[in-house]
């Protein structure tokens, strides 16, 4: 049997880890399966839905390189795949299970609900809807009707017994039918389905058959079997996923820190490293490896291997692979990924000159293992492109020394400046080494202002990388104009003393 398993999200926020993740073990058990991966959106909730959820999504698996074998845009033989183009199948579909005596109309009004529930509150029993329609006869259903009055479409729960399902993670699941919410609705007075009618009907006619989803999923999981039996269907499979958890053991949630991928993206993460790390968020190929590329994952990833412990989601482990992502990458690649970033951040014109080109091209073997995210390109690299703004001389004046000593450090670091270029990194950082032994200060001491007064940051990338591709010329204009600010300031302080 072919497998067919469906991402189904409902376009009511951003794409967030936890929906990605989702995503991802679908797409990874189709492909390692040679099956079929479906997207389809479930947007009956009009309420909720968000154009900008929806252009999120596309968006979001666009970047990942997700892309279904079925769905929207696409289209397939069990199209459309958007709920809302579907509208008329499902009303047929409840109709059915009216017909079969396995749902009900329901006339109940809105002010009666709220009045049940407020009755409960007070009566501190939270038992639900009361079943009041649930025995009208079809006279009553077609009076009621005639008279205008509008109607949700109920399933009838069987009022004894049990319902289960095993999960393919987690094994036999079982509720009584008297635990469970008492007579969802199916069909809404407006003509859209709930999520359970619309989500069973799709499964079963889309022939899904797994279903790999949140833990959140589990209480519906119930229904969806009683709604199965009740039209006569075969269920899928279930398999629900480990939670996702922040560092702290609580379900992963804004306060662990922004969730959504587009965010990580603007961030400057790659794609490899989140898929990478996502897919470990709950899944272990075996106890060690941890580096896998999505090609790898295509054919390594089952269902077995999934963990039931809840996965921890760590930004400093994603952060960590993302570093070492940007170390894989080739030189001509992390060119391709910093533009978009240096010409948002107005570090280079859009339309690139050659010379900008060129700067960009040279730095990269130096700007990568500085590297955390491609968004700090721009930071590390400003100084290339761009005059130096205000320098912080505090910044400039190494621990333990003043601005005589840090003056004398840096006229000494400027003779050495001259004629760099000439000499092999090797020999600069002998000669530096003399040098700095000669006016006895450590070699830190002596580069630390060299590297302010060259890029204006303590962080910048390696000192001798930096000079060569700022070029003596303008390192040398910026030493000399720091050393002047220094001697201003000696100045001032000097009179200070005499007063
Ligand atoms: N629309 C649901 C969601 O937003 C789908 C849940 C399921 O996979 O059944 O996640
Ligand atoms: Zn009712």
Not at 123 to 143: F, M, Q, W
Request: hydrophobic content about 35%; glycine content about 6%; aromatic content about 10%.
């Amino acid at each position: 049997m072919e497998v067919r398993v469906r991402y189904a999200p409902s376009p009511t926020g951003l794409q967030h880890i936890g929906g990605v993740r989702t995503a991802l073990f679908n797409y990874f058990f189709a492909r390692s399966k040679g099956g079929k991966f479906i997207l389809r959106v479930e947007d009956t909730d009009r309420e909720r839905f968000s154009e900008e959820s929806l252009k999120d999504l596309y968006e979001t698996l666009e970047w990942l390189g997700i892309d279904w074998d079925e769905g929207p845009i696409k289209g397939g033989a069990y199209g459309p795949y958007v709920q809302s183009e579907r509208s008329a199948l499902y009303r047929e579909y409840a109709d059915k299970l009216i017909a079969a005596g396995k749902a009900y109309h329901c006339f109940c009004t809105s002010e009666r609900l709220t009045e049940l529930r407020e009755v409960q509150k007070i009566e501190k029993k939270n038992y639900g809807y009361d079943r009041h329609c649930r025995n009208l006869s079809t006279e009553d259903v077609e009076k009621k009707k005639s008279e205008g009055f509008s109607s949700v479409i109920r399933l009838k729960v069987p009022l004894e017994g049990e319902t289960f399902f095993d999960d393919l993670l987690l094994g036999r699941v079982t509720r009584k039918n008297r635990d469970i919410s008492p007579d969802p609705v199916l069909l809404k007075s407006d003509g859209f389905p709930t999520y359970h009618l619309a989500n069973v009907v799709d499964d079963h006619l889309m022939k899904i058959t797994h279903i790999l989803r949140a833990q959140e999923w589990i209480p519906s999981g119930a229904i969806h079997v009683l709604l199965y039996k009740a039209f006569g269907w075969e269920p899928p499979l279930y398999c629900h996923l480990p939670m996702v958890m922040g560092k702290d053991g609580q379900k992963l949630s804004k306060r662990h820190g922004s969730t959504s991928v587009i965010d990580f993206r603007k961030r400057g993460y790659l794609p490899e490293a989140l898929i990478n790390y996502v897919t470990m968020v709950g899944w272990s190929y075996d106890d060690s490896r941890e580096f896998f590329t999505k090609e790898e994952l295509e054919k390594l990833f089952s269902l077995e291997k999934i963990n039931k412990a809840p996965g921890v989601f760590d930004y400093k482990k994603l952060e960590w692979f993302n570093g070492q992502y940007i170390r894989r990458k080739s030189e001509a690649e992390l060119v391709d990924e910093v533009i978009p970033y240096l010409k948002k951040d107005g570090i280079v014109s859009e339309n690139i000159t050659e010379r900008e080109m060129l700067i960009i091209k040279n730095m990269m073997t130096l700007m990568a293992e500085r590297l955390h995210f491609m968004s700090d390109i721009s930071e590390l690299s400003r100084f290339l492109f761009h005059d130096i703004g205000e320098y912080t001389l505090k910044d400039i004046i190494p621990k333990k020394m003043d601005y005589e000593g840090t003056i004398r450090v840096l006229e000494s670091a400027r003779e050495l400046v001259e004629g760099f270029e000439s000499r092999s990194d090797e020999e600069n950082e002998e000669l530096f080494r003399k040098k700095s032994e000669e006016v006895k200060v450590k070699l830190g001491s002596m580069l630390m202002p060299l590297r302010v007064a060259i890029s204006g940051s303590k962080v910048s990338p390696p000192i001798f990388g930096s000079l060569r591709l700022l070029g003596s010329e303008k390192a040398l204009k910026r030493i000399d104009h720091v050393i002047e600010l220094l001697k201003e300031e000696l100045k001032k302080e000097e009179e200070n003393g005499k007063q």
